[in-house]
């Protein structure tokens, strides 16, 4: 009978592996806190000064210069009060109706937005397996805002888990530090309008040929039915949906609060 083999012991961790694992946690912790803390700053910086660009604004300047080195954008910075009324009104009725009573995130009108966009993916896939065209409705955003001002002002267009908590955090700084006016003001001059048109001043010049403060009601509605799309209705203007959700935004606009 053969003799049994005693039991392997499991190796330990040497301690100074584990001390040292412990200490890249705590200087990556760190590292985390020192960069939120930094864009604390520059939330706090931005709720009294204007943006001279935004991570959005560098990235497409990128892109337009790798086929035209000395393309600019047009972006042109005007306070509150020489923004139309009603390019404030279309903007919330348009983006964010719930503007003046959230605290930075719509949870409601985020788990709508998923609701929507399953049920569009599903009559998709459907369509598709029959050899149908799909539906055109678009799909629909649930971000406020606050939150559009968070990922213009810092991150990017991208969609990932890590960029969507960074912007919920950056979120809730600029609700905590500023007015739902000083945010309704950023969205308006740093929301891209088209190819390398930023802000309502360049905007309205660029579709109307006039100042954003001289902006009419259906001119109004029209620049916030571009939001979603803006690049795309910038080259499709006689597109049919954006001329019917100019219209419902027309009706919309007169009982939409703005602060």
Known sequence: MAARRPPRRRRSVPARIVVAGLRLCLVAVALVLLYQVWLFGWVVWYAYMPPGSTSVMRAELSRLQETDPHRRLDYRWVD????SNNLKRAAVAAEDANFLEHGGIDWDAVERAYAHNRQL???TERALARGRKPPRRPMRGGSTITQQVAKNLFLSNSRNYLRKGQEVVITYMIELVMSKQRILELYLNIAEWGEGVFGAEAAARHYFRT??????????????SMLPRPRFYDKNRGSAYLASRTDRLLRWMPGTAIP
Do not use: K, P, T
């Open 80 to 83: 509150y009060d020489r923004i």
């Open 121 to 123: 993916a599903e009559a």
């Open 211 to 224: 100042s954003a403060a001289n902006l009419s009601a259906y001119q109004a509605a029209r620049l916030a």
